[in-house]
Antibody, heavy 115, light 113 residues
Framework: QVQLQESGPGVVKPSETLSLICTVS????????WTWMRQPPGQGLEWIGH????NYNPSLKSRVTISVDKSKNQFSLKLSSVTAADTAVYYC????????????WGQGTLVTVSS | DIVMTQSPDSLAVSLGERATINCKSS????????????LAWYQQKSGQPPKLLIY???TRESGVPDRFSGSGSGTDFTLTISSLQAEDVALYYC?????????FGQGTRLEIK
């Protein structure tokens, strides 16, 4: 079955750009809606955006870019001008039904914004 | 944005007993053209990513035990665990995908009494 794995720096300095890659294995990246979520420590889940129609959360839209590299079976997240409020576990995942329910999820990677 | 509100925030239930978690949306997530409720439920165990349990409000994901069931329509939804097992200790989240941005409830922590 499809598995996802996030990779990228665990620490990013304030005002810099957070960059993460999600590698998809066990299936083709195809034409699905690939999704990024985040979860600040001890808090709830926040949707960042989908790749399918580059639909982003309005609260983050000005700072987010999600792109897909079909040749590598990967998709990526770039979040610019980060602050401490962006410290979170970041999950990559697949959205079904044109951007609906989310499954499967990667294991998640903790990104800390700190100087 | 559609606001999702879960109740209670935490719940303690004895092994073998029924657990009920509620989720209310600030507006209807029922799409009239297909009569589907755009709502999903997830289970998140400590240190793990969320796991999909239910979508379309009541469709159980493949492999999910049948003690988990979802019900409700419009703005009011319920996740029921018919007979609580020790491995069901987790946080549970509802999610609407009726409109963008996708939003989640704040989570309900389920523990053993």
């Amino acid at each position: 079955q499809v598995q996802l794995q996030e990779s990228g720096p665990g620490v990013v300095k304030p005002s810099e750009t957070l960059s993460l890659i999600c590698t998809v294995s066990g299936g083709s990246i195809g034409s699905y809606f690939w999704t990024w979520m985040r979860q600040p420590p001890g808090q709830g889940l926040e949707w960042i955006g989908h790749s399918g129609n580059t639909n982003y959360n309005p609260s983050l839209k000005s700072r987010v870019t999600i792109s897909v590299d079909k040749s590598k079976n990967q998709f990526s997240l770039k979040l610019s001008s980060v602050t401490a409020a962006d410290t979170a576990v970041y999950y990559c995942a697949r959205a079904h039904g044109g951007g609906g329910w989310i499954d499967p999820w990667g294991q998640g990677t903790l990104v800390t914004v700190s100087s | 944005d559609i606001v999702m509100t879960q109740s209670p925030d935490s719940l303690a239930v004895s092994l073998g007993e029924r657990a009920t978690i509620n989720c209310k949306s600030s507006q209807s997530v029922l799409y009239s053209s297909n009569n589907k409720n755009y709502l999903a439920w997830y289970q998140q165990k400590s240190g793990q990513p969320p796991k999909l349990l239910i979508y379309w409000a009541s469709t159980r994901e493949s492999g999910v035990p049948d003690r988990f069931s979802g019900s409700g329509s419009g703005t009011d939804f319920t996740l029921t665990i018919s007979s609580l097992q020790a491995e069901d200790v987790a946080l549970y989240y509802c999610q609407q995908y009726y409109s963008s941005p996708i939003t989640f409830g704040q989570g309900t922590r389920l523990e053993i009494k």
